[in-house]
């Protein structure tokens, strides 16, 4: 056992102080608090889907409408016209 | 509400989890808050010098802990093969480390030690935690981990010494 070793369980022992007792009930608020975070991360993440379709759905819904990918005709040149 | 997950078997299989370790979790719980476990701190209120009833004791370790069990369960389903164990240690060790600024020195074991070396000693020496996964898990390199695990093991020895 190397001196270090010996230094460690040293303090092992005087981190080994009696136990506090574990209050009733613990298990059930921990998981009554768990649940509501389940809870609550489901929510934000149907509400994320949610807006992420919407605003995938306007956008196609104006991009059908305006075509914004057609190049608008030139109106700087004249007309051609007399040939 | 919850009727999900105790068909699926969440529950009991918590509810054991909790059962077997919740009493080395709240140790360590406490070992970090360093909270006096028997005996009202002086001039609290009535003077009760009597052992402080265990639903009062530890305020700061009890509420690490619920809020670390509460994770593990939320976290249940994507544990996997992981250990729970491991998964909610890790949390009450993150969650001591965000608000140890807020807490009191404490009058505890590990009074003397500040928040760093108290979190690097009970993962260590307590816990038995590899230095490699102490360190990633704290956001340190090993080395860093190691000196600061010998600088708290000297704090700590250092009165022993005095008294023998």
Not at chain 1, 5 to 32: I, N, S
Not at chain 1, 58 to 73: I, Q, S
Not at chain 2, 19 to 38: D, M, S
Not at chain 2, 117 to 124: F, I, K
Request: aromatic share 6%.
């Amino acid at each position: 056992m190397s001196p270090f070793d010996r230094k460690e369980a040293q303090v092992r022992a005087l981190l080994e102080g009696p136990h506090p007792a574990v209050p009733a009930g613990l298990a059930a608020a921990a998981a009554a608090h768990g649940r509501r975070m389940l809870r609550r991360r489901r929510a934000l993440r149907r509400f994320g889907w949610t807006v992420l379709c919407a605003a995938a759905l306007a956008f196609a819904v104006w991009a059908a409408l305006t075509h914004p990918w057609v190049t608008p005709p030139a109106d700087v040149s004249p007309p051609l016209e007399g040939w | 509400m919850g009727a999900v997950d105790r068909r699926s078997g969440r529950d009991p299989e918590f509810e054991a989890f909790v059962a077997g370790a919740a009493g080395r979790l709240l140790h360590v719980a406490v070992l970090l808050t360093a909270e006096p476990l028997y005996g009202a701190p002086a001039g609290a209120s009535g003077g009760a010098s009597g052992p402080t009833p265990a639903s009062t004791a530890a305020p700061a370790a009890r509420r690490i802990l619920a809020g670390a069990l509460a994770r593990t369960y939320a976290h249940w389903e994507r544990l996997r093969g992981d250990d729970p164990y491991d998964h909610t240690r890790q949390e009450l060790c993150a969650a001591y480390a965000r608000t140890a600024r807020r807490l009191p020195p404490g009058t505890g074991v590990l009074a003397r030690l500040g928040p760093l070396e108290r979190l690097v000693l009970v993962m260590r020496v307590y816990e038995g935690v590899a230095e490699e996964v102490t360190a990633a898990q704290l956001g340190l390199t090993p080395e860093r981990v190691e000196a600061v695990c010998n600088r708290a093991v000297a704090t700590m020895r250092a009165p022993a010494q005095e008294a023998a």
